[in-house]
């Protein structure tokens, strides 16, 4: 029996296992690059001190031509949507859906019931700026959106802020887009209204060490920042930030980003050709697929040793929905292998 915490609560890495090929973490490589290991290793030297986050706020600001008033560090993206729920008292809060589960949660841990603004498959899940109520002081969502992999325009975005309002963007995965040109990240610090997100937890390979940063104007800085315990963000994260900041962190994300346009497009043909029908677009690196058997699939495809991630934990999807990694094109194919061998199993025995 799954309650509604319990599936908001559920994420890609409680679906890997031991013999399991993993489509179901989103984490974009599966180590962090030689030269972040070498960085974090020599960090290690300097963790009896407490950690202070001045360098890594600097690099942070430096990176998005920022005041450095308007950065704060965060132990991974996750924690700034705790620190948001917890700024202020919320009158209507507002989450855009589908997306990640975390800022639902830390809304509902403290006693909200956010809308659930809804963007529909029909539609791709484009955003429209209708499903938003007037009311609503708080509004977050997801750019580019995890599971949809759907990439909002910052215009679209940018029309949802309003006086008495904030927006909250989740750019966590936005530094894989080409040129990052729908982010809204070097115009945080000077609009008032709107918080950016930030994770480098994905595309470094950092997910166990926890580093992220939140960019806003600086008095929105401050209000996250009376939430956030003290040295929250530890020593190996903050240099973590400043190392992936820096030019060889530019030359990894580069590679990573251009590698993923062709693996997402070879999945998403891959998905189609298996008769699976996904979300056009993909601007992450994972894919969204609908089929009517995806959960027998998504079962089966474990039997086979192929681990993919359910889609109906995330409000506004169902059990037919599956969210897939975008990994090498040979690894892809081993899966939409087992994809077609199972579903023509299920269809023969239905
Ligand atoms: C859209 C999105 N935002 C934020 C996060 C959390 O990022 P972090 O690891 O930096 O806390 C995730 C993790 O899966 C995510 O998918």
Redesign the pocket.
């Known amino acids: 029996v799954t309650d509604s915490s319990t599936l908001l609560s559920h994420?890609?890495d409680d679906e890997v296992g031991p013999g399991l090929s993993d489509f179901a973490?989103?984490?974009a490589v599966p180590t962090p690059p030689s030269w972040l290991r070498s960085a974090l290793a020599e960090a290690l030297a300097d963790v009896a001190a407490y950690p202070d986050p001045q360098v890594a706020v600097t690099a942070v600001a430096t990176a998005h031509r920022c005041e450095p008033a308007s950065v704060l560090m965060?132990?991974?993206?996750?924690?700034?949507?705790t620190l948001v729920a917890r700024s202020r008292r919320w009158r209507a809060p507002a989450v855009v859906h589908p997306?990640?589960t975390?800022?639902e949660s830390a809304l509902r841990a403290l006693g909200y019931s956010p809308t659930q603004a809804m963007l529909l498959p029909r539609n791709h899940f484009r955003l429209d700026p209708e499903v938003v109520p007037a009311s609503a002081d708080l509004v977050i969502i997801?750019n580019?959106?995890?599971?949809t992999s759907r990439l909002h325009g910052r215009d679209g975005i940018r029309a949802l802020l309003r006086p008495g309002r904030v927006v909250v963007v989740?750019e966590?995965?936005m530094d894989l887009t080409p040129g990052e040109r729908e982010s809204l990240a070097g115009e945080a610090g000077g609009t008032r209204g709107l918080v950016v997100?930030?994770?480098?937890?994905?595309t470094y390979g950092?997910?166990g060490v926890?580093?992220?940063y939140v960019l806003a104007a600086p008095e929105e800085i401050r209000a996250l920042a009376a939430h956030q315990p003290h040295w929250s963000v530890n020593h190996l994260a903050l240099v973590a930030a400043t190392t992936c900041l820096g030019p060889d962190g530019v030359r990894h994300r580069t590679r990573v980003a251009g590698n993923l346009t062709g693996n997402t497009g070879h999945l998403l043909a891959a998905l189609r050709a298996a008769g699976l029908e996904p979300v056009p677009d993909p601007a992450?690196p994972f894919v969204l697929a609908r089929h009517p058997a995806a959960a027998a699939l998504r079962q089966g495809l474990r039997e086979r040793g192929f681990a993919v991630r359910r889609g109906d934990t995330f409000p506004g999807l169902g059990p037919d929905w599956l969210r897939v990694a975008a990994r090498e094109p040979v690894a892809v194919d081993s899966l939409v292998r087992a994809m077609t061998q199972e579903l023509s199993m299920l269809g023969a025995h239905r």
Do not use: M, W, Y
């Not at 997100?197 to 994905?202: A, H, N, Q, V, W």
């Open positions: 994420h890609g973490v989103n984490v965060t132990n991974g993206a996750a924690e700034a949507f997306q990640f975390e800022p997801g580019p959106t995890n599971p989740d966590a995965f997100i930030r994770s480098l937890t994905k950092l997910a926890r580093a992220g992450g």
